[in-house]
């Protein structure tokens, strides 16, 4: 019984975590409006506070959802990969693609990481862990195999590949250009950053 209304629950979770995903790419997180993600989702106004403790709480796990399912592509797309610096190059285009495609979503989630405050910062890097995860395993394994340099570290230089990439980003959506396709941001970005970190 008590397995059957878990279930329920987290099935309600899921809901409501994908009627906010489509409500901060409409409207933006400072407009999105909590009673009409809960009634898109098909419940009662005030359900999103019975599963998250405030709107923001809320954004970061749309967040954390978003970086599982891109996770989880990168994760299908490395998998007959044995070389750690094609898996870094196929993670680097992987996300960009996911950025291209979700471009509406990927905005709030990149103006809030650079906006909020310091202590909502260290929430958003959390909420991105899972996709910065796997490519800390990748760096790993290039150190381990002699691929890259072995002084590198390589939460550090995840850090920076996702400043990278979160930058690019912000510039081409603030100056509103389409001078670099997502594909050519993608390509800068890898040539940049791993000739950087290749073993000499």
Same mark, same amino acid.
């Given at each position: ?43 009662? +106004? ?29 994760? *299908? ?54 996709? *910065? ?23 550090? +230089? ?43």
């Amino acid at each position: 019984m008590a397995s059957t209304r878990e279930q329920k629950k987290e099935i309600t979770r899921q809901k409501l975590i994908e009627a906010a995903s489509i409500e901060f790419a409409e409207v933006g997180f400072a407009r999105a409006n909590v009673s009409r993600i809960s009634e898109n989702a098909g419940f009662a +106004a005030g359900t999103v506070y019975n599963y998250f403790r405030s709107k923001h709480d809320l954004l970061l796990q749309v967040v954390e959802h978003a970086m599982e399912g891109l996770t989880e592509t990168i994760r *299908s797309h490395i998998s007959d990969l044995d070389d750690p610096v094609e898996k870094a190059k196929c993670a680097m285009r992987e996300d960009f693609r996911f950025m291209e495609q979700n471009e509406a979503l990927s905005k709030v989630i990149v103006r809030e990481g650079f906006a909020a405050d310091p202590l909502k910062q260290k929430e958003f890097l959390a909420a991105l862990s899972p996709a *910065s995860t796997i490519f800390v395993e990748i760096l790993e394994q290039g150190k381990r195999e002699g691929r890259f340099r072995s002084d590198l570290d390589s939460v550090w +230089a995840t850090v920076l590949a996702e400043g990278m990439v979160a930058y690019m980003l912000l510039a081409r959506w603030v100056l509103d250009s389409s001078e670099l396709t997502y594909d050519e941001m993608a390509e800068l970005t890898i040539q940049c950053f791993i000739e950087g970190i290749l073993a000499k």
